[in-house]
């Protein structure tokens, strides 16, 4: 079973600096996807960034950007120009990559989440 | 942008009751699924959904459990008899495609969640 753990519970930021939210993963697969999700206080989770663990290229997205580190299994997500509206929980997930129709597993699997605070 | 839509946002319900939690999934989306968040604890998977059966679920949904997608439109979470620790947040989301063809990303689409809480 794979596991994902963000070792952070509670992050902050001056806005407009840069933040690095952690998060590492166990599994035994060599295909999957990550992503990171952002549930700010009005509850829907929002999509942040994917990564496809066969490209090697780091995705990015704005002002979000993940360092994914395969061997070590690390997928952590950089916001630069923190903004106000970033205050949010964040949360990692992992999902495999079946080959074929009907195989493997869909199911996201989350970390506990990073609770990310914005200073004015 | 098309979103996925819960009802109700918060559900009061006493102990031993029956609870129905809604979903209206993204239209073009074929794959469903039902999460759930105890307060402080992390997001959990419950069940997936395609092709108007279960095409996975976890240990939480036990026999207590069922889903539905009772028209086109609409996907449904029933507990039946609900416990004190069925109390949490359930999230529905829908994705167009779960992983195919090889590779394909589809993310999961997630509503506002409804609030459950068990008296």
């Known amino acids: 079973a794979q596991t994902v753990t963000q070792s952070q519970p509670e992050m902050s930021v001056q806005e407009a600096e840069t933040v690095t939210l952690s998060c590492t993963y166990d599994?035994?697969?060599?295909?999957?996807?990550l992503f990171w999700y952002k549930q700010p206080p009005s509850r829907q989770m929002i999509l942040v960034i994917r990564?496809?663990?066969?490209?090697?290229q780091n995705a990015t997205e704005n002002r979000f950007s993940v360092n994914f580190q395969k061997a070590a299994k690390s997928f952590s997500l950089k916001i630069s120009d923190s903004q106000l509206g970033d205050a949010a929980m964040y949360f990692c997930a992992y999902r495999s990559a079946p080959r074929y129709s009907g195989a493997g597993s869909y199911q996201l699997t989350f970390g506990k989440g990073t609770k990310l605070s914005v200073i004015p | 942008e098309p979103e996925v839509t819960q009802t109700p946002s918060h559900q009061v319900t006493q102990m031993g009751q029956e609870v129905i939690l809604r979903c209206v999934p993204i239209?073009?989306?074929?794959?469903f699924y039902w999460y759930r968040q105890i307060l402080g604890q992390k997001v959990e998977f419950l069940v997936s959904f395609y092709n108007n059966e279960i095409s996975e679920k976890s240990e939480i949904f036990d026999d207590q459990f069922s889903v539905e997608r009772p028209d086109g439109s609409n996907f449904t979470l029933k507990i039946r008899s609900t416990k004190l620790e069925d109390s949490a947040m359930y999230f529905c989301a829908s994705s167009r495609t779960a992983g195919q063809p090889l590779y394909s990303n589809q993310p999961q689409h997630f509503g506002d969640g409804t609030r459950l809480s068990i008296l």
């Open positions: 239209s073009n989306h074929l794959y």
């Open positions: 599994t035994s697969e060599s295909d999957y996807y």
């Open positions: 990564q496809e663990a066969y490209k090697q």
